[in-house]
Nanobody
Framework: QVQLVESGGGLVRAGDSLRLSCAAS????????MAWFRQAPGKEREFVAG????????DYVDSVKGRFAISRDNAKNTLYLQMGGLKPEDTAVYYC??????????????????WGQGTQVTVSS
């Protein structure tokens, strides 16, 4: 059974940093793209950042460029999202996503077929 388990969310103040982790089990994703999405209340799920299978290619939504960094440790089958300069508008549930077919980043949620349960990030002003 494939599982993606996110951790690291929490309540922080504007300007703070957080690091999210996503541990995969049940299969390896070392040859597949992975990504982070987020969903704020009343809004659609939004692509945040993605990384290719060997980490050489990354992509970010414009609103987080320069503040967030995605990385992966294939030996640990784990995905990370380092978030800095957090803003109240970053408040959302953050989801880890993985694909069994993609090797390069896709920004569309439907391209990913494995999802974690989400971790809440709340940024106060």
């Amino acid at each position: 059974q494939v599982q993606l388990v996110e951790s690291g969310g929490g309540l922080v103040r504007a300007g703070d940093s957080l690091r999210l982790s996503c541990a995969a089990s049940g299969r390896t994703f070392s040859r597949n793209a992975m990504a982070w999405f987020r969903q704020a209340p009343g809004k659609e799920r939004e692509f945040v950042a993605g990384i290719s299978w060997i980490g050489s290619n990354t992509d970010y939504v414009d609103s987080v460029k320069g503040r967030f960094a995605i990385s992966r440790d294939n030996a640990k089958n784990t995905l990370y999202l380092q978030m800095g300069g957090l803003k109240p508008e970053d408040t959302a549930v953050y989801y880890c996503a993985a694909s069994s077919t993609l090797v390069l980043v896709a920004t569309t949620a439907s391209r990913y077929n494995y999802w974690g349960q989400g971790t809440q990030v709340t940024v106060s002003s």
